[in-house]
């Protein structure tokens, strides 16, 4: 099993464009998250998943965009880079909140 | 922002010395759980706390959650230079999984 694969691992942008990361799970997983880590912080929730067809906000949602169009795929939408999003960002996945959650190796993105 | 503090931001020990961490959360929770990240890269899952329970072993980890005092604690026993990494207390209600601040721990051989 793959786990939570995230692509790209490294990507920059220019201020205004926008951009896609891709997440992936093969465990069959209701629950997904995306994450942003910022320099000696910890993760802060951007947006959430229950299952297909089912998103909601988290801490630091704004200028950012889900969908959930299948139980495996839950892709993070940037609208319009900002320098302020230059981060870390982690996706992740598990079979419910009882349970930890499966970590994918993060997409480091830089804004400039 | 994030409604988790750990304590201390940043601990330094000896190889084979016992490791405290703390974290403090405000609101109330399901569970409790504890991560570790090596080096800026993904997460690592350790363990879980219930709400109604006190304390839990694994391995050379054990934690404990005071809900009266909202926090809890986390020993690494027997440290190893392995153990260096960030240690993440991750609090959920529902579906919402919240971290706290992190725990630099540095093991010296």
């Known amino acids: 099993n793959a786990g939570v694969t995230q692509t790209p691992k490294f990507q920059v942008l220019k201020t205004g464009q926008s951009m896609t990361l891709q997440c992936a799970q093969d465990?069959?997983?209701?629950?997904m998250s995306w994450y942003r880590q910022d320099p000696g912080m910890g993760l802060r929730l951007i947006h959430y998943?229950?299952?297909?067809?089912?998103?909601d906000q988290g801490e630091v949602p704004n200028g950012y965009n889900v969908s959930r169009s299948t139980t495996e795929d839950f892709p993070l939408r940037l609208l319009s880079a900002a320098p302020s999003q230059t981060s870390v960002y982690f996706c992740?996945?598990?079979?419910?909140?009882?349970?930890?959650?499966?970590f994918g190796s993060g997409t480091r993105l830089t804004v400039v | 922002s994030q409604q988790g503090e750990e304590d201390p931001q940043a601990l330094s020990i000896q190889e084979g010395e016992n490791a405290t961490m703390n974290c403090s959360y405000k609101?109330?929770?399901?569970?409790l759980q504890w991560y570790r990240q090596n080096s800026g890269r993904g997460l690592v899952h350790l363990i879980l706390?219930?709400?109604?329970?006190r304390e839990k072993h694994s391995g050379r980890l054990r934690v404990t959650l005071d809900t009266s005092k909202k926090s809890s604690s986390l020993l690494i026993t027997a440290s190893r230079a392995a153990d260096t990494a960030s240690y993440f207390c991750?609090?959920?209600?529902?579906?919402?999984?919240?971290f706290g601040t992190g725990t630099r721990l540095k093991v010296l051989a």
């Open positions: 992740a996945s598990s079979y419910s909140p009882e349970r930890g959650y499966t």
């Open positions: 465990m069959n997983h209701e629950y």
């Open positions: 998943s229950v299952g297909a067809g089912i998103t």
């Open positions: 609101t109330s929770i399901n569970n």
């Open positions: 706390i219930r709400s109604n329970e």
């Open positions: 991750v609090f959920s209600g529902t579906y919402k999984y919240i």
